[in-house]
């Protein structure tokens, strides 16, 4: 289910992610297409949303904030972040971070 919202690349995986800024709370809401959808606090001003949502990104996949880097969509709502993390790991933290998103939705 995962492998369609990142790839592998030397560095780790790269990610494509569907930002909702200036939401009620941040949160991974779930998959928009081929990106994860991610709702983040934070509004679109100086930059502040694209940090709430690598630092949520960090905390997510368990890795430090240094780690999540944003490579493409800075002022878009469609991104991609590189996250120095082995594949196999990365696959596994999607998953489970999309059944949490899952069974919040049907609360």
């Known amino acids: 289910m995962a492998e369609r919202l990142f790839e592998s690349t030397g560095d780790g995986v790269m990610l494509n992610v569907h ?6 709370r941040s949160a991974v809401i779930g998959k928009h297409g081929n990106a994860l959808k ?3 606090a934070a509004p679109p001003e100086a930059n ?8 949520l990104l960090a905390e997510e ?5 240094a780690s ?5 969509g800075a002022t878009s709502r469609s991104k991609r972040f590189l996250i ?10 999607i998953d489970d971070v999309l059944a949490k998103a ?3 939705a049907r609360r």
Not at 68 to 72: K, P
Not at 84 to 93: G, H, L, P
């Open 68 to 72: 999540v880097s944003l490579v493409s």
């Open 102 to 104: 899952a069974r919040a």
């Open 61 to 65: 996949f368990g890795v430090k904030r």
């Open 48 to 55: 502040r949303a694209n940090e709430a949502l690598a630092s």
């Open 84 to 93: 120095e993390i082995d594949y196999k790991q990365a696959s596994t933290v």
């Open 19 to 24: 930002a909702h800024p200036g939401a009620g």
């Open 38 to 40: 991610v709702n983040v």
